[in-house]
């Protein structure tokens, strides 16, 4: 759009008449994310509350139009290039539109060379998970936030590596995009209330299970508690236990897709919880996604 044509929609943006305030709108909202700078300039130079208000609005607007499309091409990307790490980054958009990804990537990678050192090719899957879970929960101090478990702030990747608390799956998200950096086969398990994470290696699982059980998961990990190695047959005893059936719904790996929507659905519970109304309902949004 023209400079001169978006000052003019802007300043018709203080119209008392709503028809005419509606129609500029819904013409701005075409619009990307590129006109926000604009925008605050146009914020900035105002006095009027009611003009101010209306291009915070705006600019909340275009800004979760931006998080909206690029989870949408995220949901829409080859399995085999969907990055978890990305996605998580996307999430964080939703609070912080002008979240430093750069910052984000710095901090990952520091902790990721440090365990990244301790490992060589001479150790097992076992042995390398266990120097993971040292450094990430022992050395860093990462660790689910139970004094206050419906902040909003627990779903965030940015304020997880700032405070080192997070909720189940955002703790769990972190580690999966950790092992991966390692090169460790980590997956997603939707376990009942506590997600879990799977190492999985078919051609070990098989020599490990023998024939007894039909699975290609070595162990399974429990990242909120400080990554807890646990068998196949813990966790089927405790499945049968508490009547989760069928027992394979619960053991076996479940896509990214389904990880990024546990985490959205534990983010509009929280905004629930604070009866952040407005927040909730766009959630929402961002889960029709996954949802498709």
């Not at 750069?102 to 120097?131: A, D, P, S």
């Not at 506590?194 to 429990?222: G, M, Q, S, W």
């Not at 534990?266 to 919880?273: D, F, G, P, R, W």
């Amino acid at each position: 759009m023209e400079k001169s044509k978006l000052d003019a929609l802007i300043n018709l943006l203080d119209d008392p008449d709503k028809t005419v305030f509606d129609l500029v709108e819904k013409e701005l909202l075409k619009e990307s994310k590129q006109i926000i700078p604009v925008l605050e300039e146009k914020w900035e130079s105002s006095f009027d509350v009611n003009f101010q208000e209306r291009i915070e609005n705006l600019i909340q607007c275009l800004q979760f139009k931006e998080t909206h499309n690029k989870l949408d091409s995220w949901v829409k990307t080859n399995s085999e290039e969907r990055d978890l790490f990305t996605a998580f980054w996307i999430v964080d958009q939703f609070q912080y539109p002008d979240l430093n990804l750069l910052n984000i990537q710095l901090k990952v990678e520091n902790i990721r060379k440090k365990i990244w050192l301790e490992l060589n090719n001479t150790l097992t899957l076992l042995e390398k998970t266990t120097i993971l879970n040292h450094f990430l929960f022992n050395v860093n101090g990462f660790s689910v936030n139970h004094s206050n478990k419906n902040s909003s702030q627990n779903c965030f990747f940015s304020q997880i590596l700032d405070s080192k608390k997070g909720n189940s799956i955002s703790i769990s998200i972190l580690y999966t995009i950790l092992a991966r950096q390692l090169e460790l086969p980590a997956y997603f398990i939707d376990f009942p209330k506590n997600p879990l994470i799977a190492i999985v290696e078919p051609e070990l699982a098989k020599k490990v299970h023998c024939r007894t059980i039909d699975t290609d998961v070595l162990f399974y990990i429990n990242p909120s508690n400080k990554g807890a190695i646990t068998s196949i047959k813990e966790i089927e005893y405790h499945l049968r236990k508490n009547e989760f059936l069928p027992l394979h719904q619960f053991t076996e790996p479940k896509s990214d897709i389904l990880f990024i929507q546990r985490l959205l659905e534990s983010l509009s519970e929280s905004y629930q919880a604070l009866g952040m109304i407005d927040k909730e309902e766009q959630i929402q949004q961002l889960l029709q996604l996954l949802n498709q």
